[in-house]
């Protein structure tokens, strides 16, 4: 069991920078990969990013790269995602998650994924 806690949303406007943080407790993350995920009003969640177990691999949707960054500090067990330059198409429900199932897809398949977070709001005003 991973019990995993975002933090560092807000209100912001266009331009603005934010750190969301994923706290995690219960068991280590430093063997699971580590994503995160949005859902936009009215939309789908969409996968955002992802970082391998010893953080030297990322993965980025094409909308956020470039902006976004995302790292882990596994001594803290602790997952980041560094957001700049934010839009207002950035504006969502943000959600860390532990990814459980490693298989042929890449790390954007969101039932792969088996520990979710509650979720932190981005809200960005233009």
């Known amino acids: 069991q991973v019990q995993l806690v975002e933090s560092g949303g807000g209100l912001v406007q266009t331009g603005d920078s934010l750190r969301l943080s994923c706290a995690a407790s219960?068991?280590?993350?430093?063997?699971?990969?580590m994503g995160w995920f949005r859902r936009a009003p009215g939309k789908e969640r969409d996968f955002v990013a992802a970082?391998?177990?010893?953080?030297?691999?990322?993965y980025y949707t094409d909308s956020v790269k470039g902006r976004f960054t995302i790292s882990r500090d596994n001594a803290e067990n602790t997952v980041y995602l560094q957001m700049n330059s934010l839009k207002p198409e950035d504006t969502a429900q943000y959600y860390c998650?532990?990814?459980?199932?490693?298989?042929?897809?890449?790390?954007?398949?969101?039932?792969?994924?088996?520990?979710w977070g509650q979720g932190t709001q981005v809200t960005v005003s233009s």
């Open positions: 998650a532990a990814r459980l199932i490693y298989g042929a897809s890449g790390p954007g398949r969101i039932t792969d994924y088996g520990y």
């Open positions: 219960e068991r280590p993350i430093s063997t699971l990969t």
């Open positions: 970082i391998t177990t010893s953080g030297t691999i990322t």
